[in-house]
T-cell receptor, first 110, second 114 residues
Framework: QKEVEQNSGPLSVPEGAIASLNCTYS??????FFWYRQYSGKSPELIMF????GDKEDGRFTAQLNKASQYVSLLIRDSQPSDSATYLC??????????FGTGTRLLVSP | KAGVTQTPRYLIKTRGQQVTLSCSPI?????VSWYQQTPGQGLQFLFE???????NKGNFPGRFSGRQFSNSRSEMNVSTLELGDSALYLC?????????????FGDGTRLSIL
């Protein structure tokens, strides 16, 4: 089992809809969770991070943690075509190493 | 505040050669991590340096090595290049590499092996 798993997509949503991205992780002891956005040909850009003590909202983005089921989700409200990118979930695993999922490709159609 | 700077942006090498990539972290950041990104494997962790010491290492062969200088700048070296080393190499910095500190990425070095 991979340490961090994401559905590769693409996840297609119409403009203005809510996009819901999920990732599951295997290490029960993980405490820190990160979401990065990566446009084609660019490097990952940090958009949100949460710790095991709760969810977080930042503008149109909300990150939620379900510790019992070991998954993290990222909700993007009022999705825009400019949100079309690959979203990488990353989890701090053993020895403080950041482990990435392979990413979910999001397509927002006008 | 300047971001993470990686040089060069692009490199073309041939099999058997070696290459050195450079990374300057965000000012004040002391932890530097290196990643390899390929379409098939995603982001793979290479190693992490903190205070000039390698603190963590991924599952890559010994041909991949790195170091960190007293000003936190880091270099990564790949010797005896293979075709499979073609990838985007990303450097990320954080304050101290602890789990509660997010990592910020540079633009990467795209390495092509002919």
């Amino acid at each position: 089992q991979k340490e961090v798993e994401q559905n590769s997509g693409p996840l297609s949503v119409p403009e203005g809809a809510i996009a819901s991205l999920n990732c599951t992780y295997s290490d029960q002891g993980s405490q820190s969770f990160f979401w990065y956005r990566q446009y084609s040909g660019k490097s990952p850009e940090l958009i949100m991070f949460i710790y095991s003590n709760g969810d977080k909202e930042d503008g149109r983005f909300t990150a939620q943690l379900n510790k019992a089921s070991q998954y993290v989700s990222l909700l993007i409200r009022d999705s825009q075509p400019s949100d079309s990118a690959t979203y990488l979930c990353a989890v701090i695993g053993g020895f403080q190493k950041l482990v990435f999922g392979t990413g979910t490709r999001l397509l927002v159609s006008p | 505040k300047a971001g993470v700077t990686q040089t060069p942006r692009y490199l073309i090498k041939t099999r058997g050669q070696q290459v050195t990539l450079s990374c300057s972290p965000i000012s004040g950041h002391r932890s530097v991590s290196w990643y390899q990104q390929t379409p098939g494997q995603g982001l793979q962790f290479l190693f992490e340096y903190f205070s000039e010491t390698q603190r963590n290492k991924g599952n890559f062969p010994g041909r991949f090595s790195g170091r960190q200088f007293s000003n936190s700048r880091s270099e990564m070296n790949v010797s005896t290049l293979e075709l499979g080393d073609s990838a985007l190499y990303l450097c990320a910095s954080s304050l101290d590499g602890q789990g509660n500190q997010p990592q910020h990425f540079g633009d990467g070095t795209r390495l092509s092996i002919l």
